[in-house]
């Protein structure tokens, strides 16, 4: 089993110990595609998922989660949290054993969904379906904050298939920009799309596409960095490995490429802290 490099009060510690005013934000990956993001005293939730609600589903299945890093922290301890986001319906994303303890220690925390999953998210949550915000792929909600507004669009996710129920997110808040792109492939046009919003990062999936897994793909290392690449982002950190046995991927192609195309990175441990202030500096056009 892969220790996080901070769990528990550990990560708690660290998440407490950085918040600070400075200009700057901070996030961690939580493992899968979850990552924590903290600007100016507000926390955002990108696509938790903090139980082993698949491991015991499939346990006796022949498709076995046997989960490969420890998980970061109890999601009812995350009682800080203002923004939380599901870019689709499947658990690792749309996780009722983390959403649940995550919704009722943060009563005022936004859940923000792609607008065609409403029912399914509140049948899964056991909530009113009001209560998510939904937004169309190319819509944008606006959510006022103490620190200033986060402004989240939907953006298009090609998960073995293009449709309104798969969302990536473009996130702004202050002069930052984070491009967290759900579960997906590419698909024509996306680098052009993507790259008008200027990603100061890109999250981004390395597992990968491969049939025998039975389960829907996602863009494999090289593929990530390229993207990056062409998006034009400062910096690329890639997700979604070392949570199941049966899909993940080795992070070195995803260096490799980064390395040969000059395409900057960021490796993260599950729980590890990373801060705005490593990015490299840029000049666009």
């Known amino acids: 089993m892969i220790e996080p490099a901070l769990k528990d009060e550990a990560l708690l510690a660290d998440i407490a110990a950085a918040n600070r005013d400075d200009g700057n934000f901070r996030l961690w990956w939580l493992g899968q595609s979850g990552f924590l993001v903290q600007w100016r005293g507000q926390h955002l939730l990108l696509d ?5 609600s698949l491991t015991r589903k499939y346990a006796a299945t022949d498709k076995p989660h046997v989960r490969m890093t420890a998980r970061a922290v109890d ?10 986001t599901s870019s689709h319906n499947h658990t690792d994303h749309l996780d009722g054993e983390t959403l649940g303890p995550l919704l009722r220690a943060n009563q005022k925390a936004i859940l923000v969904i792609a607008a065609a999953n409403r029912k399914f998210v509140a049948d899964r949550l056991q909530i009113d379906p009001s209560l998510p915000v939904g937004i169309e792929i190319g819509d944008a909600t606006s959510i006022a904050t103490s620190a ?6 939907a953006v298009p996710a090609k998960h073995d298939e293009l449709g309104s129920e798969f969302v990536g997110y473009v996130v702004r808040f202050g002069p930052w920009t984070i491009y967290h792109s759900g579960d997906t492939l590419l698909y024509e046009g996306m680098a052009e799309r993507l790259r008008g919003f200027k990603a100061d990062v890109a ?5 990968g596409q491969a049939p025998e897994r039975r389960v829907p793909g ?18 690329v950190i890639p997700c979604h490995y070392e949570m199941f046995e049966f899909n993940t991927a080795d992070p070195r192609e995803f260096v490799e490429e980064c390395t040969n195309i000059g395409q900057p ?3 993260l441990r599950c729980g590890e802290r990373w801060e705005s202030g490593e990015l490299p500096s840029v000049t666009r056009s």
């Open 48 to 52: 938790p998922y903090l139980s082993d």
């Open 75 to 84: 999601p009812a301890k995350f009682d800080f949290i203002d923004v939380i």
């Open 148 to 153: 200033g507004p986060i402004r989240i669009e």
């Open 203 to 207: 999250l981004l999936p390395i597992n």
């Open 218 to 235: 996602n863009l494999n290392g090289p593929e990530s960095a390229r993207l990056a690449k062409a998006i034009g982002a400062r910096t």
């Open 265 to 267: 990175y960021n490796i």
